[in-house]
């Protein structure tokens, strides 16, 4: 419902305890033929976690994940996309974009009794730009005041039309303001205190996080399940076997020939939908011969995306169509895809001046086309033999590329530094758009300033035009007038400057026991959610 009220846009945020979180992804609402059951344990078999989850400081989709449960951001996301009002109830918008007031939900309180109200909201926004946390930036704000104890009034130093989607990121969750100041910020690491239907009873790192069911949660009737138990299993063939066992409930971040064979399975059953995720090879433009963009577009017509759809993903994907980013996310235009073309490879190389050598290796005054690749096994699924199809492809129009299969901790380690550290020249990596929002792309990956390890931008990308015209685009009111006048522009532009091997948009995959409902995809994060999930019995 959106209204005029003296010239501000109000608008009544819609209800948090929709059906759609109630049945299985595109299967049957909270008023089916099946009624939710509550009580019971869900057990999870989880990807390796981070050792906190301290989720203010970091902006990794695993940490995200699993604050779900426990913490509550302003805004939610439905499966659909959609962001709706969580802890906000209605929000108001004045004309010129620069003034938002929050009404926040009545009768809130933190897991340790803290009383969710205006205060808390300014105090947790002061403190993670203060802090200078993950996405701190991307809050435009100019004043937080107090209106009353349930009214929250933003001044911003600029429109800001995407900032519901920005604070939907879990990075952007509430913390009970007396808990954090009394254990101070080392115990967040481990311990916390925020509104969500499950409160953290236990959190071994690498191990697993033992959450129990929140007896005063706001929204009555809800959680459904007691407790919800993330237990960490390394290796994806093992996630699969164990829930094929019957150890689990539900099995994440499975690979490919597992989930179709699970598909099969009696007892079992495969939910399926896209999200914002893109897998695709970054490509450090800082480093010759990289820093011609006629050796990056060879690199981009010598890869058979197709082929690896086919044999890798078994037909789960498709062409990426922009970079980094999908039809899901708001503001991606369609900018195009690097066919397959071994042969025009080979010119736009022999352009570059690297002619055949020895063993059929390009060279440039007797120095061979040698490339670092850096991967991981098992980060996302398939990446390792991505990476080596690649590896062949790039071989057969004469490049070198060395690969190196490390560790994910090291892994990280490797692509997150300032571009004079950086000795990688192509690496294996997956995005996901966290806001589900275009400018979280442009921000932390087309700017010059997005250069790792301030964001994302691991290619060193840097072109000036497309920097003024971010800036530019920050300008706009409205997500309409920002995308249609100055994304448009930008997508394109940084398509035919080719800073990544393009490949593809993943569908997301989770695996479970047909007992258990309610489990939805968060689009813009790719994880699967079960906060308010249940077990049929």
């Known amino acids: 419902m959106i209204r005029m009220l003296c010239g501000v846009r109000a608008v009544a945020v819609a209800g948090v305890v929709g059906a759609l979180v109630f049945g299985v992804a595109g299967g049957p609402a909270l008023t089916g033929p099946m009624t939710p059951t509550p ?6 078999a989880f990807v390796p976690l981070r050792t906190h989850i301290d989720v203010n400081g970091v902006n990794t989709s695993t940490v995200n994940e699993l604050a779900h449960y426990f913490y509550e951001t302003l805004y939610d996301r439905e499966e659909n996309g959609k962001v709706k009002g969580l802890l906000v109830k209605e929000d108001q ?4 974009g620069l003034t938002w007031t929050f ?11 803290t009383p969710f109200n205006a205060a808390a909201v300014k105090w947790n926004f ?3 730009i203060q802090k200078k946390q993950p996405l701190w930036d991307f809050l435009p704000f100019k004043s937080i005041d107090v209106v009353d104890d349930l009214t929250v009034r933003i001044v911003l130093t600029r429109p800001a039309a995407n900032l519901r989607a920005i604070l939907v990121t879990k990075t952007f969750s509430m913390y009970s303001p007396t808990f954090a100041q009394q254990v101070g910020d080392n115990a967040l690491l481990t311990r916390a205190s925020g509104t969500g239907p499950f409160m953290v009873s236990e959190f071994r790192p690498n191990e697993n996080v033992v959450m129990r069911k929140n007896p005063n949660y706001w929204q009555k009737g809800l959680p459904y399940f007691d407790e919800v138990n993330y237990r960490v299993v390394p290796d994806n063939n093992a996630r699969a076997t164990t829930l094929e066992a019957g150890d689990v ?3 994440v971040g499975l690979s490919v020939p597992d989930i179709q064979r699970l598909r099969t399975k009696r007892g079992l059953k495969v939910q399926d939908a896209l999200g914002s995720q893109q897998y695709y090879i970054t490509i450090n433009t800082r480093r010759p011969p990289l820093n011609d963009v006629r050796v990056r577009k060879a690199l981009n017509h010598a890869v058979d995306k197709e082929g690896i759809i086919k044999t890798v993903l078994l037909g789960t994907a498709k062409l990426a169509t922009a970079v980094y980013i999908n039809p899901t996310v708001d503001g991606y235009v369609h900018a195009g ?7 025009m490879a080979k010119k736009l190389l022999e352009e570059a001046g690297w002619s ?3 063993g059929g290796i390009r060279q440039r005054e007797g120095r061979p086309l040698t490339l670092e690749f850096l991967t991981r096994k098992g980060g996302s699924p398939g990446d390792f033999e991505i ?8 071989k057969a129009v004469g490049v070198d590329a060395r690969l190196q299969v490390l560790e994910s901790a090291t892994f990280l380690q490797r692509v997150t530094v300032p571009p004079e550290r950086a000795t990688y020249d192509i690496i294996n990596l997956a995005v996901g758009t966290f806001t589900g929002d275009a400018e979280y792309t442009m921000l932390t990956f087309y700017h010059t300033n997005s250069a790792a390890p301030r964001y994302f931008n691991r290619a060193y990308y840097s072109n000036p035009v497309v920097d003024a015209l971010i800036e530019e685009s920050q300008r706009p009111a409205t997500t309409a007038g920002r995308n249609k006048i100055y994304y448009a522009q930008i997508i394109k532009q940084v398509y035919n400057d080719a800073p990544i091997i393009m490949l593809f948009d993943v569908t997301q995959s989770v695996a479970l026991k047909d007992t258990i409902q309610g489990v939805y995809l968060e689009p813009a994060s790719n994880i699967w959610i079960a906060k308010y999930g249940w077990k049929r019995r």
Do not use: C, N, W
Not at 93 to 96: A, E, I, W
Not at 337 to 343: A, C, I, K, L, W
């Open 103 to 113: 009404k926040l939900q009545p009768g809130v309180r933190f897991h340790d009794g």
């Open 93 to 96: 918008v004045s004309t010129d």
């Open 39 to 44: 009580g019971g344990t869900l057990t999870i």
């Open 387 to 394: 990476a080596e199809l690649v590896q062949g492809m790039l």
């Open 126 to 128: 002061e403190r993670k």
């Open 249 to 251: 409930d539900i099995a």
């Open 356 to 358: 055949v050598g020895p």
């Open 337 to 343: 895809s690097y066919r397959y073309d071994p042969e």
